[in-house]
């Protein structure tokens, strides 16, 4: 009864502070809701002459840590709440009050069973950053390597967790109305849970940092910094500690070593390799997580939020973008239906002339003057129109590319991500699209499956015998069950090879 009054205040308190801070255009989307709060209003008007985006981007730091990450999260899905408002929220920051360092000491004490000094010849009282889930504190461990300790703010689980619950609730209250649907509210709850859940175990991240190192083993230029596992646990993260220049400093420092022009190429070559050859990408490449090496090289760091994109989505994506180099748009129709992102009944003339629409003007332009990151952007309104169900890892992407880019241009102003990605969408559209390397991909596919066979061979043995022993069924039953299985399983292997 307590914990049903706390949650019922909790809500009441967070559409209060909606409406006081400007943002209660969010409550109208919702009836009933919106017309109860809107005596706030009132309160609330020293926020005339914001912008939605603006309003919207304070309320959600007002409300805390949780929906901090959440309107993160909001400036990657434009097609939620439209192109201006993710603009407002991209440039959101986490940079909350630090902890106390006597917190920091227990938490590091509890975390790895030891006092910090007996594993710390140093660290620095003061951290680097305190974000909205955590803080960082320069250390130098007994060994003499200098190291960045990641450490979760307290209590910030029981907090997550019990915040999330009350976007569950909303979410669910919204698709009660058939208009919402689409915007499959409660899958974005869920993508945004997951997400945060890893971020609150630091394992996941230092895994994540792990694999990115061992893709990116392949290209010179890339830095990542090494993890140390033994100061590594649920709430602290451990890292190599990287010295270099910010990507403003850098531009201001104006270092005649490093080459501002091949540092931009570098970046948007480490995309196209982790985004489409590694379908695993760094999701959060804004400038803060780039540091430049004094050796020119590019170090990425913080490694919570990470993209991932399934084999055929890179396939399908690297064909369609590699159609509109080709201007082949029913080609370009012909990929967006087969991969399921138009429904079936989609006239596909008609869609490939909306693909000519947006392919057509940006060849007229100079290609140093063609955003990749903004065709992706209208294709997605365009076949939003079409009714495309929302896909959250393309528009991740997208986002992605969006940032890369920017960042890209503002190193290299004549930055040609044509000239760039075309030869390598060549090259990945001819080593992926064999029949060789196709067969080898189903052949890995029906390999999982049979692995998985005699374990599902001994959960319906184990069923079927629970149900002869309550049922009386003669082992012949249990026979002609197995061998129902077995077709089933080769049915399932078949598919997969067509």
């Known amino acids: 009864m307590l914990s049903a009054i706390i949650s019922i205040f909790y809500i009441f308190r967070n559409f209060v502070i909606i409406n006081i801070y400007g943002a ?28 939605r985006g603006e309003r919207l981007r304070y309320v959600l730091l007002k409300l805390g840590p949780t929906f901090i990450k959440l309107g993160q999260l909001l400036s990657t899905r434009p ?35 030891e006092d910090i000094y007996s594993l710390f010849s140093s660290i620095e009282e003061k951290s680097c950053s305190a974000a909205s889930i955590s803080q960082v504190h320069k250390a130098v461990t007994k060994g003499g390597e200098v190291v960045a300790l990641k450490i979760l703010r307290p ?8 915040e999330v619950r009350f976007l569950y609730l909303i979410a669910a209250f919204l698709d009660l109305f058939g208009s919402l649907k689409r915007l499959k509210l409660k899958q974005v709850v869920e993508m945004f849970r997951e997400t945060v859940e890893q ?3 630091l394992r996941f991240e230092a895994a994540a940092a792990d694999q990115f190192k061992e893709n990116m083993s392949g290209c010179p230029n890339i830095y990542v910094p090494k993890i140390f596992w033994n100061f590594t646990s649920q709430k602290i993260l451990c890292t190599e500690w990287i010295d270099g220049y910010k990507i403003d400093e850098l531009k201001k420092s104006k270092q005649k070593k490093i080459d501002l022009k091949q540092i931009g190429d570098y970046l948007i ?6 985004a489409y050859q590694y379908g695993f990408f760094h999701a959060d490449m804004h400038p803060g997580n780039i540091i430049i090496t004094k050796d020119g090289k590019i170090a990425f760091i913080d ?55 947006i392919g057509e003007p940006i060849f007229g332009l100079p290609a140093n003057k063609i955003s990749l990151a903004k065709m992706l952007a209208h294709l997605f309104q365009v076949t939003e129109k079409y009714g495309m169900e929302t896909q959250p890892q393309l528009l991740l992407l997208q986002k992605t590319l969006v940032i890369i880019e920017g960042v890209g ?32 991909h189903y052949a890995e596919e029906f390999c999982n499956i049979m692995q998985e066979t005699p374990k599902i061979l001994d959960d319906v043995k184990n069923i079927s015998d629970v149900i002869a022993r309550k049922k009386n069924y003669q082992r012949k039953h249990t026979r002609v069950l197995y061998l129902i299985i077995g077709v089933l399983i080769g049915c399932l292997a078949t598919s997969v090879m067509h």
């Not at 603009?87 to 004490?109: A, C, H, M, R």
């Not at 070559?269 to 982790?274: A, G, P, R």
């Open 24 to 51: 209660n255009f969010v409550l109208r989307q919702i009836p009933y809701i919106g017309f109860i709060f809107s005596p706030f209003c009132v309160m609330g008007l020293h926020n005339i002459g914001k912008t």
């Open 79 to 113: 097609d939620l709440v439209g192109q201006k408002i993710s603009e407002d929220l991209s440039v959101l920051q986490d940079k909350l009050p630090p902890f106390d360092y006597s917190k920091v000491k227990k938490i590091i004490k509890n975390e790895l069973k």
């Open 155 to 162: 209590g910030i689980k029981r907090r997550f967790l019990r």
């Open 199 to 201: 971020e609150l175990d």
């Open 269 to 274: 070559n480490c995309y196209f390799v982790q």
């Open 303 to 357: 490694f919570g939020i990470m993209g991932k994109l399934s084999y055929d989505d890179r396939i399908y994506v690297t064909q369609i973008i590699y159609g509109f180099v080709k201007r082949d748009y029913d080609f370009i129709a012909k990929m967006h239906h087969k991969a399921g992102y138009i429904p079936k009944h989609t006239n596909l003339k008609e869609f490939s002339l909306a693909c000519r629409s």
């Open 409 to 440: 241009y503002s190193l290299n102003p004549n930055l040609n991500m044509w000239e760039l990605g075309e030869p390598w969408l060549k090259n990945w559209v001819k080593d992926n699209l064999n029949i060789e390397k196709k067969m080898k």
